[in-house]
């Protein structure tokens, strides 16, 4: 069973940032959280994943809270490309299998 | 770096038929896993190869099997096929390292429709 709990729709301005939020409550001290994204019927894309600090690479920032209950993934300037299905999974490491919820489907919208 | 590579992208069977999928990981990665997605069930854990040896297996029958080789390629197979193994099958690879910096890349999917 998925590990996450993530709101099922979000609506977002091109060029505002996307603010996705997801709770982890019962996640372990040696869990990290992933992010990925799937655009209709293609492969699960990596956007990002962090253990305990916040991260930043080219896509995207993950802030996680600091009872590490909760995670938000922040697309700074979305634009219509980012339209897709967001998934926020917990997994002790990438060997573990990844419980994937049913994510948030983010409509980018002109 | 080439990323993960599925054959085929599609496939259509019968019903009774079986069918083998093939996933080529990224170069260097040595784990491989095996998700099935439906728009009933989503995205869902079918097994995970690591070093030619099943190491983690979701609840799925055991119509449903696969194999790593020597190369890290992995296939998974799926015998008597029912209509509602109709899926998007998807293959991730990981080197597998306690590290900050690894995760599951997938590659694009075989789109299989059992008829």
């Known amino acids: 069973d998925a590990k996450t709990t993530q709101p099922p729709s979000m609506d977002c301005a091109e060029g505002r940032a996307a603010n996705l939020p997801c709770n982890h409550s019962?996640?372990?001290?040696?869990?990290?959280v992933y992010w990925y994204r799937q655009i209709h019927s293609q492969g699960p894309q990596y956007i990002i994943h962090g253990l305990k600090n916040n991260e930043t690479n080219e896509m995207a920032s993950l802030i996680i809270t600091e009872d590490r209950k909760s995670s938000t993934l922040i697309l700074p300037h979305a634009t219509l490309r980012d339209t897709a299905v967001y998934y926020c999974i917990v997994s002790l490491n990438t060997g573990n299998q990844f419980y994937f919820g049913t994510g948030t489907s983010l409509t980018v919208i002109p | 770096k080439a990323g993960v590579t599925q054959t085929p992208r599609y496939l259509i069977k019968t019903r009774g038929q079986q069918v083998t999928l093939s996933c080529s990981p990224i170069s260097g990665h040595r784990s491989v896993s095996w998700y099935q997605q439906t728009p009933g069930q989503g995205l869902q854990f079918l097994f995970e190869y690591f070093s030619e040896t099943q190491r983690n297996k979701g609840n799925f029958p055991g119509r449903f099997s696969g194999r790593q080789f020597s190369n890290s390629r992995s296939e998974m197979n799926v015998s008597t096929l029912e209509l509602g193994d109709s899926a998007l099958y998807l293959c991730?690879?990981?080197?597998?390292?306690?590290?900050?910096?690894?995760?599951?890349?997938f590659g694009p999917g075989t789109r299989l429709t059992v008829l």
């Open positions: 019962t996640i372990s001290g040696n869990e990290y």
């Open positions: 991730a690879s990981s080197l597998l390292l306690q590290s900050r910096t690894d995760t599951q890349y």
